[in-house]
């Protein structure tokens, strides 16, 4: 090092020109005219061409692959009785109650065994039957999560079901 070279201080952001040495320091100007009195071993020479013979390589960013199932809305099964038969008038109050009892477990069947997220049951808002059934089919299934008996019970006429 010699009066005159740029030089950059270690562990600051500070550099300029030596203008002149002092025992074991160095004296910076920097570019607004500023002395300081730094270390000898704090201070390197300032290279501009230190990376030029360097070659930069860049790398094509990963993207992260989302599968088609988790991207589509959930499953969903309407349990209003007029949904699910032609005739709804021609069956009585318990068959109709058993009918869809029966649908809600193959829908819940058929989500497991194709790997499904989630299902979406509508049971509607009435004087609960409904309701109360889908919650004790529920109960009975291992493997999913539903929301129980919570604060909006009696107000929601649904239930997502998500599987584990």
Known sequence: MKIGD???VIDD???????AFKG???QIEDEHGFHYDIEKGKVVLHNHNIYDDIS????????????KKNQTKPQSIDLHFEKLV??????????????????????LEYCRSNNMKKLNIIHGIGDGVLQNMVHE??????????????FFY???GNVLVTFL
């Open 6 to 8: 740029l030089v950059s």
């Open 86 to 107: 032609n005739n709804p008038q021609d069956f009585e109050s318990w068959e109709r109650l058993m009918i869809q009892r029966e649908k809600l477990i193959e829908k």
């Open 56 to 67: 930069i390589t860049t790398k094509k960013e990963t993207s992260t692959k989302i599968s």
């Open 13 to 19: 952001d500070l550099k300029g020109k030596i203008s």
């Open 154 to 156: 009696h107000s929601t």
């Open 137 to 150: 089919v529920l109960q009975g299934f291992a493997g999913i999560e539903y929301e129980d008996h919570d």
């Open 24 to 26: 074991n320091l160095v």
